[in-house]
């Protein structure tokens, strides 16, 4: 069982940059993949962005190709996600998912097992 604890949330203004972080411990790391997904008050949970167990492979939704970027350091048992040209409607709390072995790409919810707390990003002026 792997622990997750998401962090590099924040206030940014508009057209700012964030970059979130997801440290991992309690399982051999490169055993996941991984995906940063976020909730909007009122709203279901999406994927943003997936990433395979090597870091060779990533998935993004249409809707979240350009800004986002997702990325792994097996060594440091920690995931990325660099956020850029942020708009309010990004703001969202953010979590990290993982799950074992499977056919990637893994989109939906259901398709983790495991989570983070998530951390809080706002985008306002």
């Known amino acids: 069982q792997v622990l997750l604890v998401e962090s590099g949330g924040g206030f940014v203004q508009p057209g700012g940059s964030l970059r979130l972080s997801c440290a991992a411990s309690?399982?051999?790391?490169?055993?996941?993949?991984l995906g940063w997904f976020r909730q909007a008050p009122g709203k279901e949970r999406e994927l943003v962005a997936a990433?395979?167990?090597?870091?060779?492979?990533?998935y993004y939704p249409d809707a979240m190709r350009g800004r986002f970027s997702i990325s792994r350091d097996n060594l440091k048992d920690t995931l990325y996600l660099q956020m850029n040209i942020l708009k309010p409607e990004d703001t969202a709390v953010y979590y990290c998912?993982?799950?074992?072995?499977?056919?990637?790409?893994?989109?939906?919810?259901?398709?983790?097992?495991?989570w983070g707390q998530g951390t809080q990003v706002t985008v306002s002026l």
């Open positions: 998912a993982a799950r074992g072995r499977g056919t990637f790409p893994f989109v939906r919810v259901d398709e983790y097992y495991f």
């Open positions: 309690g399982a051999t790391f490169r055993s996941y993949a």
């Open positions: 990433i395979d167990w090597s870091g060779g492979n990533t």
